[in-house]
């Protein structure tokens, strides 16, 4: 099993930027395995933000963060980030870390892991 906790969530002006870190822990090592960011805003559904494969090489993102937000991983750190530029107003949400659930796949569309989640406020 994995523990996956994220962190770096908070209160940032629009236009701002936040660093998100998903730290694993437990007997599975992420580093084999694709993994994603995914938010919900109050009343809305779960949705998807970005993911990224086993090695690290191939990222995707929603249409609406593409080119302001950067998913990366740091295997030595067992560890995954999403930086966030240019924040707007339609970007608050509670944002969760996501493992996918079968190891060396390119997009983790089958999710068995989620983090707690870490708020992300914009004001304007």
């Known amino acids: 099993q994995v523990q996956l906790v994220e962190s770096g969530g908070g209160l940032v002006q629009a236009g701002g930027s936040l660093r998100l870190s998903c730290a694993a822990s437990?007997?599975?090592?992420?580093?084999?395995?694709?993994m994603a960011w995914f938010r919900q805003a109050p009343g809305k559904e779960r949705t998807f933000v970005a993911g990224?494969?086993?090695?690290?090489?191939?990222?995707y993102y929603a249409d609406s963060v593409e080119g302001r937000f950067t998913i990366s991983r740091d295997k030595a750190k067992n560890t995954v980030y999403l930086q966030m530029n240019m924040l707007q107003p339609e970007d608050p949400a509670v944002y969760y870390c996501?493992?996918?659930?079968?190891?060396?796949?390119?997009?983790?569309?089958?999710?068995?892991?989620w983090g707690q989640g870490t708020q992300v406020t914009v004001s304007s």
């Open positions: 437990g007997r599975t090592f992420i580093s084999n395995y694709a």
């Open positions: 990224i494969n086993w090695t690290g090489r191939s990222t």
């Open positions: 996501a493992k996918d659930r079968f190891p060396g796949r390119d997009r983790p569309t089958d999710i068995d892991s």
